[in-house]
């Protein structure tokens, strides 16, 4: 059956971090269906369009090892049960399907819209991060609404696109996402 990872992130902006993930996902699955998204738990300093044409420079700069990678506003929705749906649209009703999501959001998922049947579409891999420690409790609260979910074998770096925002520490961003950023003058 075909594996396939589902990775919408607020991208605001991407990191290295996300880099290192995608990458990570290209290796483990079939296929990586990539999307910048508003987060309704978040507020967003930049439009998606900008932060979806920087995580094109973002997976742009990976080569991954397989051709797997798909990015595309398509599957961009506010409500993670949307864009699951457009995934099945695009792969089929066929896969395998996991929703990705970083340790940080482990004790908001529980809120998400429409949570308890989205847990009966994908399992949920959690990436773990520094500073999210992940926690019985909100683990537990998963598996009470049907979760199945598993805990990625990767070590997550340091870093975070609040770090960015919050500091100005271009040290987390490459390249080419540093340029657009000066070109578009962004997190001003």
């Known amino acids: ?11 605001d902006p991407p990191t290295e971090g996300h880099q290192l993930i995608i990458r990570w996902l290209s290796e483990h699955y079939d296929w990586v269906g990539i999307w910048a998204s508003d987060n309704p738990f978040k507020s967003h300093q930049t439009n998606l369009f900008h932060r979806m044409t920087m995580l094109r420079l973002l997976i742009n700069d990976i080569n991954p090892p397989r051709n797997n990678l798909y990015v595309s506003e398509n599957l961009s929705h506010r409500r993670s049960i949307i864009s699951v749906a457009k995934a099945k649209e695009i792969w089929g009703g066929n896969a395998e399907y996991t929703l990705v999501i970083g340790s940080d959001l482990i004790d908001q998922i529980v809120h998400w819209y429409h949570i308890e049947e989205l847990l009966k579409e994908v399992a949920i891999l959690i990436i773990p991060r520094p500073g999210y420690p992940l926690l019985d409790q909100d683990l537990m609260e998963v598996k009470k609404l049907g979760g199945n979910y598993q805990i990625a074998n990767f070590d997550a770096p340091e870093v975070s696109s609040t770090a960015y925002r919050e500091n100005g520490n271009q040290d987390v961003l490459i390249r080419p996402i540093q340029d657009y950023i000066y070109q578009e003058q962004l997190y001003r």
């Open 1 to 11: 059956m075909t594996k396939i990872a589902l990775f919408g992130t607020s991208a």
